[in-house]
C-alpha cells in the first residue's frame, strides 16, 4: 500500500510538472533569497526565522525580515506575455501584508500571463529595527529588479518589460525606484550589479507618498489608484502626484474609486468594482505596449 502511494503521488507530481511546462498551467511559486549570503552588512543575520502569520499554508502576515527575498509566480508557457512585475507589500514598514497586497496579487498575475514576484523586503519601523525605508528597504527593491532582469531568460521575462508595484508602505519603494535608478556597473564581479535598476513602469496603489521627489521626463509611466475616502495626504496626495507627473511630461494615469478607503488590495469579498482594477491595469499594459500578448 506504501509502494501504490509514492508511486501516485510520484505520478501526481510528474503530471504537474508535465502541465506547466506544455503550458497547461502556471508552475507552483517558488522562493529564492535577494542574495545567496545574505543582505549586504547583514550577511550574519540571513538564518534568522521570519515570524509568519498563516490562513492554511498561504501567509497573510510577515515581520521579522532579514534575508530578503522573492516569491516567483510564473504564468504557464503558452499565456506568458514576456511582462513581470515585483509586487512590494505595504504594512508601514512595521510588517508585510504579504497576502492580499502580495500573494493574491502574484496569482492574478500568473493566471493573466505576467510574471509575479512577491518581495519580502527589510522592515525599518520594526521595534528594534537596524535598517532605514531609503537605504536598505529601497536596496531591497533595487536589488530586485536587477535580479528579474539578469535572469529575465530563465523565467521566461521580456528584460524591458519589468516593472513594479507597490500598496501603502511598498508604494514608498516603487517611487524611490523610479525617479532614484541607475543604469547598474558594467565592470562589476556580480553580473546582477550591471544590470539597470531602472523599472519599465509603475503601479502605485495609496501609496505612503515621499517628500523631495524629483519627477522628470523619461521616467517610466506610471498607473496610480486609491480610494477617495482614504487619508488626505493619500488620496488628496496622489492626485497632487499624477499632476506633478504630467507637468514633467510622465505618462501616468489616475484611478480614484469613490466611497473606498486604505488597504483594498486584491481579496475575496470586496466589490466587482474594486476588485476590477487589475483589469484596468492590463488594459493600460497592453495599451502601452508593455506585454507582448
Not at 41 to 63: A, Q
Not at 238 to 252: D, F, Q, R, V
Request: aromatic share 8%; net charge positive.
Amino acid at each position: 500500500m506504501n509502494m501504490k502511494r509514492l508511486l501516485l503521488a510520484t505520478l501526481i507530481l510528474g503530471l504537474s510538472a508535465w502541465n506547466a511546462a506544455v503550458g497547461q498551467g502556471p508552475a507552483a511559486p517558488q522562493l529564492i533569497p535577494l542574495w545567496s549570503g545574505g543582505a549586504p552588512g547583514f550577511e550574519s543575520r540571513k538564518d534568522e526565522k521570519e515570524n509568519v502569520k498563516k490562513k492554511g499554508d498561504l501567509e497573510t502576515g510577515v515581520t521579522n525580515v532579514h534575508n530578503p527575498s522573492l516569491t516567483v509566480y510564473l504564468p504557464a508557457k503558452d499565456k506568458a506575455t514576456g511582462a513581470a512585475i515585483i509586487i512590494c507589500p505595504g504594512g508601514g514598514h512595521s510588517n508585510l501584508a504579504i497576502e492580499h497586497e502580495g500573494h493574491n496579487i502574484g496569482k492574478w498575475l500568473a493566471d493573466n500571463g505576467i510574471a509575479g514576484f512577491v518581495l519580502k523586503y527589510r522592515l525599518a519601523r520594526e521595534k528594534g529595527s537596524p535598517y532605514k525605508v531609503e537605504e536598505h528597504a529601497f536596496q531591497d527593491a533595487q536589488w530586485a529588479i536587477r535580479l528579474v532582469r539578469g535572469k529575465a531568460t530563465d523565467w521566461g521575462v521580456n528584460p524591458r518589460q519589468i516593472g513594479i508595484m507597490g500598496f501603502s508602505a511598498g508604494g514608498d519603494l516603487v517611487l524611490y525606484t523610479a525617479t532614484k535608478s541607475d543604469a547598474g556597473k558594467p565592470d562589476a564581479v556580480d553580473p546582477v550589479e550591471r544590470e539597470s535598476s531602472r523599472p519599465d513602469f509603475q503601479i502605485v496603489g495609496y501609496p505612503a507618498i515621499p517628500k523631495n521627489l524629483t519627477f522628470a521626463k523619461g521616467q517610466p509611466p506610471a498607473f496610480l489608484f486609491c480610494g477617495n475616502q482614504d487619508r488626505p495626504n493619500i488620496s488628496d496626495g496622489l492626485a497632487t502626484l499624477y499632476l506633478e507627473m504630467k507637468k514633467a511630461g510622465i505618462n501616468a494615469e489616475l484611478h480614484i474609486y469613490a466611497s473606498v478607503g486604505h488597504g483594498f488590495g486584491l481579496r475575496d469579498g470586496t466589490s466587482v468594482r474594486i476588485a476590477g482594477w487589475p483589469a484596468r491595469l492590463k488594459e493600460w499594459m497592453i495599451d502601452l505596449k508593455l506585454m507582448n500578448k
